[in-house]
């Protein structure tokens, strides 16, 4: 036990650093999550338009009724019929989706349905930040699906399967938002707890570094191997400090963020702060563990 408050008290000798890494940044941590927003979730479900753009190559029936299917369903933009266009477009997140429908698409199409072929490709492109353009993919699949049923089956003309497939699309499902089961946290505490990670793991190094570090001082370092206490009891003792350090910097880290953040919610949920509090926990471990082992990988001290 002396050896074990002796390496406590290194640490508690470099205070300033203490207030700096673990003090410091959890308050920084306090006012980022007290600017974060705690909106409650939607009672109600509302719809963003998708940002499309289409490009008809075609002109046909078909390819303008599909158009105006995508169009009534997203907002559209402008776009024009460039390679460079397009590419721009996409990299800058400009359109969610765009569709390019091309020349004589819809004359292959019927002559596909009626023969039994495949039908004839259309060429999309779907934005990489989201997944309102997946679904409007899925949705001009569907509607060209629904061309290609009515061509295959039907005699009618190109107006004809037109009406008959935005007709068809008139169908409506009723939809109803599932309760939570669980009160969410709030965003503040979300807020803090990510960035809690950053005091957390400057803290627990910089502790461990300065104990290495004094350690491995001459001095130090001699009368610990001239004690009369076995190399593996001063391991166990080394390991026990730095584990105290960590477990104490998540302690106020975590009491910090629940306290300010999260008390309404350690009642309402408190299987979620119990889960974040955790996940806190084992973030500061796997810091300790990779403190150490740097520590010894580098001789700071005599393990």
Known sequence: MPTFRSLLK????????????????NLMGVLIGASASNDQPASAFSYDPTRVAVIDRDGSRLSRGLKDAVLAQGDHRELADDVRAIQDAVARDAVSYILV??????????AAARAGASAPGLEAYVSYKSGAGALMQASVTSYASGLYGYAATTGFDQDGIVAHVNEAMKSEVEASLIPQATTPLPKSFQAYCMFATYPLF???TVCIAILMTRLNGRAI????????????????????ACLTVGLFAWALTSLLGVVLFARQ????????VTL???GLLVYALAILLVALVVGRSRGMAEL
């Open 276 to 278: 974040s509090v955790l």
């Open 10 to 25: 290194i640490i508690w000798g470099h205070k300033a650093y203490i207030a700096i890494y673990l003090v410091l940044m």
């Open 202 to 204: 400057a803290s627990v």
């Open 101 to 110: 429908i091309p020349e004589g698409w819809g004359e292959k199409l019927v």
């Open 265 to 272: 919610s350690l009642l309402e949920s408190p299987a979620l």
């Open 221 to 240: 370092r001699e009368r610990r191997m001239g004690a009369p206490t076995t190399a593996r009891r001063r391991n166990l003792r080394l390991y026990a």
